[in-house]
């Protein structure tokens, strides 16, 4: 199905064909069993991760940060590019660092760049293009398997036709494709253009690649006024990674920016709701902690990285705590 041919209509419609794979029962029942068909152990379902954004302020380079998300007790990390860029720009070897971070116990399993692959012009756009295959392959030299797709570049001005938006997006997960990585389809509530759980599930299903998955955010999904309860109808296979944050009562949403990030469970989101809707869809999950606040920056990043875990440790525990009780 190219999305060329796809009109808004036309995909709803074939939407029915596309259930099997990407959408699940709204009444699916957290399951108590360790193991069920198809899906992951309960011990391996929800995987803790950490991205580098966390202590970005601090600059402490790629190396310190592998360090320092082991050590806290993460099993995953989400580096941005530019980090891993520095570091070969200093003289490292990438084989080097996908040893390092194996050796510290960590996966890849995400990392963030911000190629334009979905503006309107088109010229951006090819650079974006070739922008996205660099920072691919990057990441697949370090052992990573996905990149963050956000509407880079597409925030500020209204009016993206989402059927073109989902051509791009066919066209970048091609691009993945050949590189062995997968562009997930970023929410970002404070865009314009794709700010909702709901238009990016459109453009993943209109883009009719069986490689399209999407990226969700506790604060973007807040941010951008997506209905928590539309995380029910997609399915875990295509919500490999979770950003985990928290956002306060106040300021209000049409308010509030990326400085309001707080530790999971330090303020007023329905994160328990959240992660047992995630935990029925019976996938492995990585659920990652980031956050962009300025005061986190001005801590000591191990502390930071610590307390991160323990918050996010409970609230996971808090929340699946009675799905686990036969």
Not at 123 to 144: F, S, T
Not at 222 to 248: E, Q, R, T
Request: hydrophobic share 45%; net charge neutral; proline share 6%.
């Amino acid at each position: 199905m190219q999305p060329s041919c796809v009109s808004r209509r036309g995909a709803l419609a074939r939407t029915g064909a596309f259930l099997g794979a990407t959408l699940v029962s709204p009444a699916a029942g957290l399951r108590a069993a360790d193991t069920s068909p198809g899906g992951s152990p309960a011990s391996e379902r929800f995987v803790l991760g950490f991205n580098t954004a966390c202590i970005r302020g601090q600059k402490v380079g790629i190396e310190k940060e592998i360090e320092i998300a082991a050590g806290a007790g993460f099993r995953a990390i989400e580096p941005w590019v530019e980090s891993i860029e520095a570091y070969v720009k200093g003289g490292g070897a990438l084989a080097d660092l996908r040893k390092r971070i194996a050796d510290a116990g960590l996966s890849v399993e995400g990392a963030i760049a911000f190629p334009e692959w979905v503006v309107d012009d088109d010229a951006r756009r090819a650079r974006g293009l070739e922008q996205a295959k660099r920072c691919m392959d990057l990441v697949a030299q370090i052992g990573g398997s996905r990149l963050a797709a956000p509407p880079a570049g597409a925030t500020n001005e209204p009016g993206l036709d989402l059927d073109k938006a989902a051509e791009r997006y066919r066209a970048l997960l091609d691009v993945g494709e050949a590189m062995g990585v997968v562009p997930m389809l970023e929410v970002w509530g404070f865009s314009k253009n794709l700010n909702r759980l709901s238009n990016c599930a459109y453009v993943a299903i209109a883009a009719g690649h069986p490689k399209a998955a999407l990226l969700a955010d506790i604060f973007h999904l807040h941010k951008g006024g997506s209905a928590w309860d539309g995380l029910k109808v997609i399915d875990g296979g295509v919500l490999p990674v979770f950003h985990m944050n928290d956002y306060p009562a106040d300021p209000p949403r049409d308010q509030i920016n990326d400085g309001f990030r707080c530790m999971p469970g330090d303020g007023v989101a329905p994160i328990g709701p959240v992660l047992r809707d995630l935990w029925a869809k019976d996938r492995r999950v990585v659920l990652s902690l980031e956050l962009f606040t300025r005061r986190f920056w001005e801590q000591d990043p191990a502390e930071v990285a610590r307390t991160g875990y323990q918050k996010l440790k409970a609230v996971v525990q808090q929340a699946i705590a009675p799905a686990r009780t036969p």
